[in-house]
């Protein structure tokens, strides 16, 4: 049974509150949101018990006070960007957002395109946006920006930004991910407010990291993990420090800013700021729903090693650098941990090692493996072969043994799956190729109408939420989606599947 760590409804409470507070100081608040809105699987993982949708829960609590700006990077869209947790493009990610946001009652201003400059594949999702009904605004690259804080706060800096009206007295300003350009749009609005008169504030909306657990606390090395591509690092906030004798956490991007942003402010407004440190600039009151430590202790570290994993990964596929990836090794070592210390690892990998010893006539065999730990802490593994991929064995395997139906026992009649293998192979492809996990379960769920044994197993599909999975090869992106959507974590071992190119 999965332990809890964390009390999602007092964080929502704290969070809310401490909102509320500052909202009251101004006319209106430009709240900059970090992390993810919706889906913070992150936060999920290493806070056993977070609700990956706390953030939106909390904001539809506010709904009658807030709208919402959504930032994006006009390169990230040029360059197909994928946000991990959900294996789709940050243009795709903009749209799944506006949808939930609308489900939630909460309304969305418009999109802002930031860094823009004319980039073909966003002028395209502009188009799309515009055509069902988005408002979008485009903002362009501010020359000396952050450091040159004459020309950014002045009618060649910002001014040059359109302003996006708004109508009630918290703005959430988001994005898909880190560069967004979420800080840059929250000045510029507070730059065009304070030239109409209006007393407009800036806070942010924080997760991690934590600001009131210890540095070198996994909690907090998990989220260097998480952004290692950023290099990000988190250090003790010296402004907090000389100003409060308190010790906080912050990371090094914050911390180096923070003049250069306070500066930026007190111009803009014409008033001291009443921030002391970036610490004070945000409002993160996670650490108090913590209830038990060593339980955040064992997921952060689990965590540490699932990034690492798709370190490797990202750098077998030619998308990270060696610099990264060593960064990533050395946060593991950092907290003295190793691959093996994720359970359903050995398992996968011996197996492994006894195909290819079976197979060690044919140098080019890749044995592919996953194996897959349960909630009870037992292992089923499944293999690649002719009939499936290993995904979709694996899947299989578990939900017998959560059934309690024998190994010997067909959960698939070969009438079923003889015609969908012999489709995928003359009509579509010309290949003989194992059925992935997408196809298996397609053809469960056809069994299951006719067949009790096939439907016992069937509702065992959702028993493996939570569950544990390491692949012995990289996954194509259709067993990826089938994972996330199941609710398995997973990992792989940065190995292709094999030598082709095209076929993987």
Known sequence: MNKVGFDPQKYIEEQSKYILERVNNYDKLYLE??????????????????????????????????EIIICVFAGDIERNKIRGDYGITYDMDIMRQIDELAEYELSVNSVVI????????????????????????????????????????????????TFIPTTKPIVVVTGPGAGSGKLAT??????????????????????????NVPLKHPLNIAYEAATVDLKDVNM??????????????????????????????????????EFNSPTDMGVNRVGFGIIDDEVVKEASKQEIIRRYFASECDYKKGLIDLET?????????????????RPAVTPAREYAERLKAENAANPDFTPAVMSLELADGSIIS???????????????????????????ILLLSP????????????????????????EILI?????????????????????????????????????????????IEFTCEPEFSSKNLFYM
């Open 33 to 66: 949101f970090g992390g993810k809105l919706i889906g913070d699987m992150h936060a999920k993982r290493v806070l056993p018990g977070f609700d990956q949708d706390a953030k939106i829960k909390l904001l539809h609590k506010l709904k009658d006070q807030t």
């Open 114 to 161: 930031t860094r823009f400059n004319g980039q073909p594949a966003t002028k395209i999702f502009i188009n799309k946006l515009e055509q069902r009904g988005i408002k979008v605004y485009t903002h362009g690259v501010i020359e000396g920006y952050p450091v040159n804080v004459d020309k950014i706060v002045s009618d060649e800096g910002f001014g040059m930004n």
């Open 186 to 211: 929250c000045l510029t609005q507070l730059y065009h407010e304070s030239r109409q008169g209006r007393e407009a504030g800036y806070s942010k909306f924080e997760t991690f990291p934590v600001w």
């Open 236 to 273: 003790i906030d010296s402004f907090h420090f000389d100003h409060y004798g308190e010790i906080a956490i912050n990371y090094n991007r914050d911390i180096e800013t923070f003049p250069i942003i306070k500066r930026t402010i007190e111009r803009i407004t014409g008033r001291e700021c």
């Open 325 to 341: 990836l060593n960064r990533a090794q050395i946060i593991m070592e950092e907290v003295s941990l190793k691959p093996e210390d």
């Open 382 to 408: 499944g293999k690649s072969s002719d009939l499936m991929e290993a995904t979709a064995s694996a899947i299989l395997n578990a939900i017998k043994s959560l059934a309690n139906i024998g190994d010997d």
């Open 415 to 438: 009438n079923i799956l003889e015609p969908i293998q012999n489709l995928k192979a003359n009509e579509l492809s010309g290949r003989l190729m194992g059925l992935n996990a997408n």
């Open 443 to 487: 053809a469960l769920s056809i069994s299951a109408v006719t067949n009790p044994v096939a439907q016992l197993a069937y509702s065992k599909l959702t028993a493996l939420k939570g569950t544990q999975a390491h692949s012995t090869v990289m996954l194509n992106k259709d067993d990826e989606q089938v994972l996330r959507s199941l609710g």
